[in-house]
């Protein structure tokens, strides 16, 4: 009987898909699979999905609208899983709303520890309900949605939130792009540093007045007193 909830797999390759539902039962998930992004999309409308993988090279529609339309709708992980492994690929998902990118072949036991952790720090943020003021944004861990001094709200997606929130919790104190990524990522991530700089740019353009102040060679921080 599985216990840690439905992950979705919209993903082409039947083969793909039968060796991930044996690792991600194993660890007590129900894994659901849609062979096409149209299937994917219905799927994930029922509600109970906790986490998606989501294949780029799909037929149909195509993974990155697949992202922006799934991303539109909801705030779960989205891991996106592809053969492509350029820094513009790379790039391209993350703007969109992606929280991961695993590029084909990938080990499975480490897909299935990547979502297991992504799940942990948003369980984790959940819990401990928490506001932080800064620059006249309030930032508010449990609803996990940030209002401006207009009072209008804006919800970054979950990799983002986990960032900024990280940052306000630091302020003055300059973190480096690993420290980010081992912090917010929430495990050993292997990944490139430029990971960080894409999710950066991605707030800003959210949120313009937010104080995240570049420290050139370094990484980044969160100005004291906004």
């Not at 490139?192 to 353009?205: F, G, S």
């Amino acid at each position: 009987m599985t216990t840690s909830g439905t992950i979705l797999l919209i993903e082409d390759e039947g083969d793909i898909a039968d060796l991930l539902r044996l690792y991600f039962e194993r660890d007590g998930f129900r894994l659901v699979h849609a062979a096409t992004g149209e299937a994917g999309l219905e799927r994930a409308k029922q509600g109970d999905v906790r986490a998606a993988l989501l294949d780029i090279g799909l037929p149909g529609i195509d993974g990155i609208e697949v992202c922006r339309r799934l991303r539109a709708a909801s705030d779960i992980p989205i891991l996106m899983l592809t053969a492509r492994d350029s820094e513009v690929d790379k790039i391209v998902g993350l703007e969109i709303g992606a929280d991961d990118y695993v590029t084909k072949p990938f080990s499975p036991r480490e897909l299935v520890a990547r979502v297991k952790a992504v799940l942990r720090r948003s369980e984790e943020r959940r819990v401990s309900v928490q506001t932080i003021g800064v620059g006249g944004f309030s930032i508010d861990s449990g609803r996990r949605q940030v209002e401006l001094p207009s009072g209008e709200i804006v919800r970054p997606t979950a990799r983002e939130f986990d960032l900024l929130w990280h940052l306000a919790s630091h302020p003055g104190l300059v973190l480096s792009r690993r420290q980010l990524l081992e912090a917010v990522w929430g495990y050993d991530y292997v990944g490139e540093t430029r990971t960080v700089d894409v999710h950066v740019r991605q707030l800003r353009k959210k949120l313009p007045e937010i104080p995240i102040e570049t420290v050139w060679g370094v990484g980044y921080r969160m100005a004291e007193g906004g």
